[in-house]
């Protein structure tokens, strides 16, 4: 087993609506990943995921609150850290995000090389800018960008090369984590595949210590990760490789979710999701018992009712259902 | 759209502005109601009389009369007949003759006389005075003096020979109930430079002022819309030509066309409703823009094609499956040209180029007299603030009505 | 280099373009009018005199003066002739002075007026919008309210406040005129002196109701950039606050100098109207004067150099905000 460089024991964070209203988006949520390796988060819009990105770097602002649980980079607990240490030391350096529109994730008037001094200066003021460039200049090299791209603003980049740049500006420090929500939805799917090459790539050379990726996307998950987790409603159904995920899904979720992988036909892929009917619960009042229970096909009254906690199983397995394996095979298999 | 219409009420802003227009707008259908007749009518003679409550001086002297004997009335008369030079001088006095005033303060009237009456004495004459000055002081002194006696007032009519008879005597302690008198007349806001009511002037410039701007609104949105509609969805050369012309009209200010325009009409034909389409004239490049880059967005959705497939005319298309998701900026265009026809108007007036004077008195119309006569420097603020006050309401309450409105519909700029 | 090139040319063409139009409006819209201009001015000006033969003899005069007995494309291309030359006539009501005179002894005051106060509305709005837009809660809920009023006070009203507290409460400052009234302009001290005097009131004027407009505007842009993505990126790269509000005012605030330019000329009518109250020696007393005293060729003119003005502030600005901002040369490539 390598070492742990990310683990979230339990954390809970919710945004409070203009109406005063509280939205639990991210309810008690746990997991890690060691050195080397990429875990890839999948459910539908909606499903919190990209809030559990935003609560993951322990950097809150409103509308988003923290409540409670534990944030551990490479054995440090950043979630008790005040926001200006956890801004200077930790954000960027330790733990970067690839955000989910990255034609939209750069300053339009700002110069390029000008932003990765002001990324560097957050967190090393010494710097010198010609130290900076050197860094910007080899890194930029490694993702295939002209170095002319540092002297341009980003308003004057093709789509394709603002990706690059967003992707070498997020690991110019070398970050522990990576986190990368969404990060080539809005690409075709040439672009998708080399941003994703592009990713393991640093990965590989060491430049990222560790992956989280973000999508909707399964069979994108597939190529990519090697652990695969399933949310639902804020919080976690089901978790493990990605191998077991796409071949043997156990909970009804993931089991709709996966069960059309496998026939990856071109132009389907996009509403597949939706092939589920109904929509998730309203998490300003989130169910007692299952919440998948109202667009479950197997539910019975026991799922509304009682909470379910999640049931480890295998090699380091989850689900969270209230049936036992043997009994949800045993419903599987009528189909 | 009921749900729509629930969530504008929900904003604090819309309905902030929604109760100020609304309450303008009552008032200006009430108060006729209770003072009915010609707002242009002349009811004093000479000009800017004080905002106060009038009573008839001939029906008070008929009225019976009661006797009061109010222990602060001498004071009050004293205090109402000094005037600020007299107190002035009276402490020059006190000054010149060595006394210590240190503790006196000038605005307390029975402190003053107090003080007067221990150190008048009008046989020394202090040092360095002129005898003007010591003339003054015992002019002064005799008048004071005469308050306090209480004189009385003797009323005499001219008999049938021509004579004089006296037929009533008015002391200091007789006292007219206000019900009592035929003739009260309340000026809340006092009269204009022409001797007008200015309240009922004020009110029902204000109505003629949002009609103005109503008629202009609706101008300049009617032409607007049918630009901005035929420009985004045709697009080619009649989009080309109308971008053509709405770019020319958004650069040359519109408020020299105006100008140019209404002058040209002359005095004559000026009326209120000429002057109000001449601002929605010049007044529609907003509306066209955004309805234009609104219906572009709009024209290549799903449902537009359905129509357009389904053999709908062009007409129906616009009417079904555009308009309604552009309604909202309609309107919010349409407020905005309400507010700015408004102004207009009066910027105009300011001018001289207003609507005909003689027929309805308008925002700007009052506000020009106001100056004419020059209100603002001989102290009548009551001919011109109050009209300042009435169009910045106006406009106020539109323009935050439309605020409402915009973070209704454009999310973004929620809070 | 290439993308500039095509941008201003484009510019430099609508400008032209606007310019000559704006040229045939002002001709042609006093002759569009179903009145006889020349009949109802010699009406005007005729007044009580019954003297038929004078009243044919104004008549003809301003027939003559303004060519209106020549075809419609003739008398166009000799006002065109004549505004080239700086010949705009002769002024009715100053008579025999001619109006390029009136005008260009006018038209100082009122760009140095104007244009400083409006710039200067325009900053200081700006500064109060974005620092409404970050510091949001009880400061902004406070200073919108009070600036969107404040933008809803017309300039005149604002004017005759201003006139009315300082000038005749207070006796702060001179009530009306750009100098003394007793003083023969010349370069002393003491003119100077004022001048400047004279130049608080209506400056602050044109200030304050500038400033209201422009801060609602620069808040809304500020709050739409602020909730834009590249500020969220740059906080999870741990860029500081301070930094970042940077960003963000420079964003919002280059689209303002856009919105300055559409709206110069709405301003620029509310300031013309502002000086009648404080009897400044600009344009804006000129054409009241004009009105009032029926001047049609000084009507005419001030309303075309007016415009003219408009156009060319408009333009230059246009002009810098493509060399400030990147985006103006990226969207050219598109």
Same mark, same amino acid.
């Given at each position: 087993?390598?070492?742990?460089?990310?683990?979230?024991?339990?954390?809970?964070?919710?945004?409070?609506?203009?109406?005063?209203?509280?939205?639990?988006?991210?309810?008690?949520?746990?997991?890690?990943?060691?050195?080397?390796?990429?875990?890839?988060?999948?459910?539908?819009?909606?499903?919190?995921?990209?809030?559990?990105?935003?609560?993951?770097?322990?950097?809150?602002?409103?509308?988003?609150?923290?409540?409670?649980?534990?944030?551990?980079?490479?054995?440090?607990?950043?979630?008790?850290?005040?926001?200006?240490?956890?801004?200077?030391?930790?954000?960027?350096?330790?733990?970067?995000?690839?955000?989910?529109?990255?034609?939209?994730?750069?300053?339009?008037?700002?110069?390029?090389?000008?932003?990765?001094?002001?990324?560097?200066?957050?967190?090393?003021?010494?710097?010198?800018?010609?130290?900076?460039?050197?860094?910007?200049?080899?890194?930029?090299?490694?993702?295939?960008?002209?170095?002319?791209?540092?002297?341009?603003?980003?308003?004057?980049?093709?789509?394709?090369?603002?990706?690059?740049?967003?992707?070498?500006?997020?690991?110019?420090?070398?970050?522990?984590?990576?986190?990368?929500?969404?990060?080539?939805?809005?690409?075709?799917?040439?672009?998708?595949?080399?941003?994703?090459?592009?990713?393991?790539?640093?990965?590989? &050379?060491?430049?990222?210590?560790?992956?989280?990726?973000?999508?909707?996307?399964?069979?994108?998950?597939?190529?990519?990760?090697?652990?695969?987790?399933?949310?639902?409603?804020?919080?976690?159904?089901? &978790?493990?490789?990605?191998?077991?995920?796409?071949?043997?899904?156990?909970?009804? $979720?993931?089991?709709?979710?996966?069960?059309?992988?496998?026939?990856?036909?071109?132009?389907?892929?996009?509403?597949?999701?939706?092939?589920?009917?109904?929509?998730?619960?309203?998490?300003?009042?989130?169910?007692?018992?299952?919440?998948?229970?109202?667009?479950? &096909? $197997?539910?019975?009254?026991?799922?509304?009712?009682?909470?379910?906690?999640? &049931?480890?199983?295998?090699?380091?397995?989850?689900?969270?259902?209230?049936?036992?394996?043997?009994?949800?095979?045993?419903? $599987?298999?009528?189909? | 759209?009921?749900?729509?219409?629930?969530?504008?009420?929900?904003?604090?802003?819309?309905?902030?502005?929604?109760?100020?227009?609304?309450?303008?707008?009552?008032?200006?259908?009430?108060?006729?109601?209770?003072?009915?007749?010609?707002?242009?009518?002349?009811?004093?003679?000479?000009?800017?009389?004080?905002?106060?409550?009038?009573?008839?001086?001939?029906?008070?002297?008929?009225?019976?009369?009661?006797?009061?004997?109010?222990?602060?009335?001498?004071?009050?008369?004293?205090?109402?007949? #000094?005037?600020?030079?007299?107190?002035?001088?009276?402490?020059?006095?006190?000054?010149?003759?060595?006394?210590?005033?240190?503790?006196?303060?000038?605005?307390?009237?029975?402190?003053?006389?107090?003080?007067?009456?221990?150190?008048?004495?009008?046989?020394?004459?202090?040092?360095?005075?002129?005898?003007?000055?010591?003339?003054?002081?015992?002019?002064?002194?005799?008048?004071?003096?005469?308050?306090?006696?209480?004189?009385?007032?003797?009323?005499?009519?001219?008999?049938?020979?021509?004579?004089?008879?006296?037929?009533?005597?008015?002391?200091?302690?007789?006292?007219?109930?206000?019900?009592?008198?035929?003739?009260?007349?309340? #000026?809340?806001?006092?009269?204009?430079?022409?001797?007008?009511?200015?309240?009922?002037?004020?009110?029902?410039?204000?109505?003629?002022?949002?009609?103005?701007?109503?008629?202009?609104?609706?101008?300049?949105?009617?032409?607007?819309?049918?630009?901005?509609?035929?420009?985004?969805?045709?697009?080619?050369?009649?989009?080309?030509?109308?971008?053509?012309?709405?770019?020319?009209?958004?650069?040359?200010?519109?408020?020299?066309?105006?100008?140019?325009?209404?002058?040209?009409?002359?005095?004559?034909?000026?009326?209120?409703?000429?002057?109000?389409?001449?601002?929605?004239?010049?007044?529609?490049?907003?509306?066209?823009?955004? +309805?234009?880059?609104?219906?572009?967005?709009?024209?290549?959705?799903?449902? +537009?094609?359905?129509?357009?497939?389904?053999?709908?005319?062009?007409?129906?298309?616009?009417?079904?499956?555009?308009?309604?998701?552009?309604?909202?900026?309609?309107?919010?265009?349409?407020?905005?040209?309400?507010?700015?026809?408004?102004?207009?108007?009066?910027?105009?007036?300011?001018?001289?180029?207003?609507?005909?004077?003689?027929?309805?008195?308008?925002?700007? #119309?009052?506000?020009?007299?106001?100056?004419?006569?020059?209100?603002?420097?001989?102290?009548?603020?009551?001919?011109?603030?109050?009209?300042?006050?009435?169009?910045?309401?106006?406009?106020?309450?539109?323009?935050?009505?439309?605020?409402? #409105?915009?973070?209704?519909?454009?999310?973004?700029?929620?809070? | 280099?290439?993308?500039?090139?095509?941008?201003?040319?484009?510019?430099?063409?609508?400008?032209?373009?606007?310019?000559?139009?704006?040229?045939?409006?002002?001709?042609?819209?006093?002759?569009?009018?179903?009145?006889?201009?020349?009949?109802?001015?010699?009406?005007?000006?005729?007044?009580?005199?019954?003297?038929?033969?004078?009243?044919?003899?104004?008549?003809?005069?301003?027939?003559?003066?303004?060519?209106?007995?020549?075809?419609?494309?003739?008398?166009?291309?000799?006002?065109?002739?004549?505004?080239?030359?700086?010949? %705009?006539?002769?002024?009715?009501?100053?008579?025999?002075?001619?109006?390029?005179?009136?005008?260009?002894?006018?038209?100082?005051?009122?760009?140095?007026?104007?244009?400083?106060?409006?710039?200067?509305?325009?900053?200081?709005?700006?500064?109060?919008?974005?620092?409404?837009?970050?510091?949001?809660?009880?400061?902004?809920?406070?200073?919108?309210?009070?600036?969107?009023?404040?933008?809803?006070?017309?300039?005149?009203?604002?004017?005759?406040?201003?006139?009315?507290? %300082?000038?005749?409460?207070?006796?702060?400052?001179?009530?009306?005129?750009?100098?003394?009234?007793?003083?023969?302009?010349?370069?002393?001290?003491?003119?100077?002196?004022?001048?400047?005097?004279?130049?608080?009131?209506? %400056?602050?004027?044109?200030?304050?109701?500038?400033?209201?407009?422009?801060?609602?505007?620069?808040?809304?842009?500020?709050?739409?950039?602020?909730?834009?993505?590249?500020?969220?990126?740059?906080?999870?790269?741990?860029?500081?606050?301070?930094?970042?509000?940077?960003?963000?005012?420079?964003?919002?605030?280059?689209?303002?100098?856009?919105?300055?330019?559409?709206?110069?000329?709405?301003?620029?009518?509310?300031?013309?109207?502002?000086?009648?109250?404080?009897?400044?020696?600009?344009?804006?007393?000129?054409?009241?004067?004009?009105?009032?005293?029926?001047?049609?060729?000084?009507?005419?003119?001030?309303?075309?150099?007016?415009?003219?003005?408009?156009?060319?502030?408009?333009?230059?600005?246009?002009?810098?905000?493509?060399?400030?901002?990147?985006?103006?040369?990226?969207?050219? %490539?598109?």
């Amino acid at each position: 087993m390598g070492k742990v460089m990310l683990e979230v024991r339990n954390l809970k964070t919710k945004y409070v609506t203009r109406f005063h209203e509280d939205v639990y988006a991210v309810d008690g949520v746990s997991f890690a990943i060691e050195e080397g390796k990429s875990l890839g988060i999948a459910g539908e819009s909606g499903c919190g995921k990209s809030t559990l990105a935003l609560s993951m770097m322990g950097y809150y602002f409103p509308p988003l609150h923290y409540m409670s649980g534990d944030i551990i980079i490479d054995g440090q607990n950043i979630s008790g850290m005040d926001p200006d240490t956890v801004r200077k030391t930790i954000l960027g350096s330790e733990i970067a995000y690839i955000p989910q529109a990255a034609m939209n994730a750069l300053n339009p008037t700002q110069k390029i090389i000008r932003f990765l001094e002001d990324v560097i200066h957050a967190h090393d003021p010494k710097k010198s800018k010609k130290e900076i460039r050197e860094m910007a200049e080899a890194r930029f090299a490694e993702v295939g960008l002209p170095l002319e791209a540092l002297d341009k603003h980003a308003v004057e980049l093709s789509g394709g090369m603002k990706q690059r740049t967003v992707i070498a500006v997020s690991t110019i420090l070398n970050p522990k984590v990576l986190i990368a929500d969404e990060p080539s939805s809005a690409l075709d799917v040439t672009s998708q595949k080399l941003v994703i090459k592009m990713m393991r790539e640093l990965m590989e &050379k060491g430049h990222v210590k560790s992956m989280l990726f973000i999508t909707h996307e399964l069979p994108l998950l597939y190529n990519v990760t090697d652990d695969i987790m399933v949310m639902y409603a804020g919080q976690i159904v089901e &978790k493990g490789s990605a191998k077991e995920m796409v071949f043997d899904p156990v909970h009804p $979720y993931s089991h709709g979710l996966m069960g059309s992988i496998l026939v990856p036909e071109e132009g389907t892929r996009g509403h597949k999701l939706a092939a589920i009917p109904g929509a998730p619960p309203n998490l300003k009042r989130p169910p007692d018992g299952c919440r998948f229970a109202e667009r479950c &096909k $197997y539910a019975t009254a026991d799922c509304r009712y009682t909470s379910i906690p999640e &049931k480890p199983f295998g090699d380091g397995r989850m689900y969270r259902c209230v049936k036992s394996l043997d009994e949800l095979k045993e419903v $599987y298999s009528h189909e | 759209m009921k749900n729509t219409i629930r969530q504008v009420f929900h904003s604090p802003k819309f309905v902030g502005g929604f109760i100020i227009f609304v309450a303008i707008l009552l008032t200006m259908i009430i108060y006729p109601l209770f003072n009915p007749g010609n707002p242009l009518q002349q009811v004093s003679v000479g000009t800017f009389a004080r905002p106060g409550t009038y009573i008839s001086l001939y029906d008070a002297t008929k009225a019976e009369s009661n006797t009061l004997r109010l222990p602060d009335a001498e004071d009050k008369r004293v205090a109402a007949s #000094l005037s600020d030079e007299d107190r002035v001088a009276m402490v020059e006095y006190f000054t010149a003759m060595g006394i210590d005033i240190s503790e006196l303060d000038t605005s307390d009237t029975e402190a003053l006389l107090q003080m007067w009456d221990d150190n008048y004495d009008p046989s020394v004459r202090p040092k360095g005075m002129t005898s003007a000055k010591v003339n003054y002081y015992k002019r002064l002194n005799n008048a004071l003096q005469d308050l306090k006696g209480g004189d009385t007032i003797i009323i005499a009519e001219e008999g049938e020979d021509g004579a004089l008879a006296e037929s009533k005597t008015i002391t200091t302690t007789d006292y007219v109930r206000t019900g009592a008198v035929a003739n009260v007349k309340t #000026l809340p806001l006092g009269t204009d430079n022409f001797g007008r009511d200015v309240l009922k002037e004020l009110v029902s410039a204000t109505g003629t002022s949002i009609m103005i701007g109503m008629i202009a609104g609706v101008v300049a949105t009617l032409i607007g819309l049918t630009f901005g509609l035929l420009a985004g969805y045709l697009g080619g050369f009649v989009d080309d030509f109308i971008m053509f012309i709405t770019n020319i009209f958004t650069v040359i200010p519109g408020f020299v066309l105006l100008i140019l325009i209404t002058y040209s009409i002359g005095q004559e034909q000026r009326g209120a409703a000429v002057v109000a389409t001449v601002i929605g004239l010049t007044g529609w490049t907003w509306t066209a823009r955004s +309805v234009r880059s609104q219906v572009i967005s709009l024209r290549n959705r799903d449902h +537009v094609n359905l129509s357009k497939l389904s053999g709908h005319s062009l007409l129906r298309i616009i009417l079904t499956d555009i308009l309604p998701y552009i309604a909202s900026y309609v309107v919010m265009a349409f407020i905005l040209q309400v507010s700015s026809g408004i102004l207009a108007e009066a910027q105009l007036s300011m001018l001289g180029l207003g609507p005909q004077t003689t027929k309805v008195p308008t925002l700007g #119309l009052m506000m020009n007299w106001a100056m004419l006569y020059s209100a603002h420097t001989n102290g009548s603020w009551w001919a011109y603030f109050p009209v300042i006050l009435v169009i910045t309401l106006i406009s106020f309450s539109l323009n935050l009505m439309n605020t409402g #409105l915009d973070q209704v519909f454009n999310p973004t700029l929620r809070d | 280099m290439k993308g500039y090139r095509k941008y201003f040319g484009k510019k430099i063409f609508w400008f032209i373009l606007t310019f000559i139009a704006a040229v045939i409006l002002n001709f042609i819209l006093p002759r569009l009018m179903p009145a006889d201009p020349v009949a109802s001015i010699t009406g005007k000006l005729a007044g009580g005199n019954t003297d038929a033969k004078a009243v044919a003899a104004i008549y003809e005069r301003y027939q003559e003066e303004f060519g209106t007995n020549l075809p419609m494309y003739q008398q166009f291309l000799k006002f065109c002739k004549n505004a080239i030359h700086g010949n %705009f006539g002769l002024s009715f009501s100053q008579y025999p002075r001619a109006v390029s005179d009136i005008i260009s002894s006018a038209i100082g005051w009122t760009v140095a007026l104007q244009l400083p106060a409006i710039l200067v509305g325009w900053l200081l709005g700006n500064l109060l919008g974005a620092l409404a837009a970050y510091i949001r809660k009880g400061f902004d809920k406070v200073l919108l309210p009070v600036s969107l009023f404040l933008s809803n006070v017309p300039a005149f009203g604002m004017a005759v406040i201003l006139l009315v507290l %300082f000038a005749v409460k207070w006796k702060i400052a001179p009530i009306s005129g750009g100098y003394a009234f007793d003083m023969i302009p010349h370069l002393s001290w003491d003119f100077v002196k004022s001048v400047i005097s004279h130049y608080q009131l209506p %400056f602050w004027s044109i200030v304050l109701v500038s400033i209201g407009g422009q801060a609602v505007g620069m808040r809304s842009m500020s709050i739409y950039e602020l909730n834009a993505d590249y500020v969220k990126y740059a906080r999870f790269l741990g860029i500081k606050d301070r930094k970042i509000v940077g960003y963000v005012f420079r964003n919002a605030m280059l689209p303002q100098v856009t919105g300055l330019a559409l709206s110069i000329g709405t301003m620029v009518g509310g300031a013309l109207v502002a000086e009648i109250i404080f009897s400044y020696p600009g344009l804006g007393s000129t054409m009241y004067s004009a009105v009032t005293s029926a001047d049609y060729p000084l009507i005419s003119a001030t309303t075309l150099i007016i415009t003219v003005m408009v156009l060319i502030v408009t333009f230059l600005l246009d002009i810098i905000y493509g060399f400030i901002d990147p985006r103006v040369k990226a969207a050219q %490539f598109e």
